[in-house]
Nanobody, 131 residues
Framework: QMRLMESGGGLVQPGGSLRLSCAAS???????????IAWFRQVPGKEREGVSC????????SYSDSVKGRFAISRDNSANSAWLQMNNLEPEDTATYYC?????????????????????WGQGTQVTISP
């Protein structure tokens, strides 16, 4: 059973940066290469929002309009890990951020990243942007 664990959240001032990490465990070495990975975020009372997606090969990424140009997703299948580099953070980025994975499909990271498509989830890490 795949387990995902996020880390790297915290409190930063507007304009600052954070790098979130997602570590996969409970799976065979290099098995993550068969999974699409995405980052979502959620604030209380709102739906979980897809922030970024990266295909299993790492050669296709996508971003929501709200983070495009500020966030960058990456992965290292040999390390069973993925990251979300977040720059120029804004108060509106405050949320709990989740890492998620699903077996890859050709359509991944092309259409809107939908939480309902992902089967494996981490516990989340809190990101707070405040002066």
């Amino acid at each position: 059973q795949m387990r995902l664990m996020e880390s790297g959240g915290g409190l930063v001032q507007p304009g600052g940066s954070l790098r979130l990490s997602c570590a996969a465990s409970g799976i065979s070495e290099h098995i993550l290469k068969y999974y699409t990975i995405a980052w979502f975020r959620q604030v209380p009372g709102k739906e979980r929002e897809g922030v970024s997606c990266i295909k299993h090969t790492g050669d296709l990424t996508s971003y929501s309009d709200s983070v495009k140009g500020r966030f960058a997703i990456s992965r290292d299948n040999s390390a069973n890990s993925a990251w979300l580099q977040m720059n120029n953070l804004e108060p509106e980025d405050t949320a709990t951020y989740y890492c998620a994975a699903k077996p890859f499909q050709d359509s991944d990271c092309i259409k809107r990243t939908d939480a309902r498509d992902f089967q494996h989830w981490g516990q989340g890490t809190q990101v707070t942007i405040s002066p």
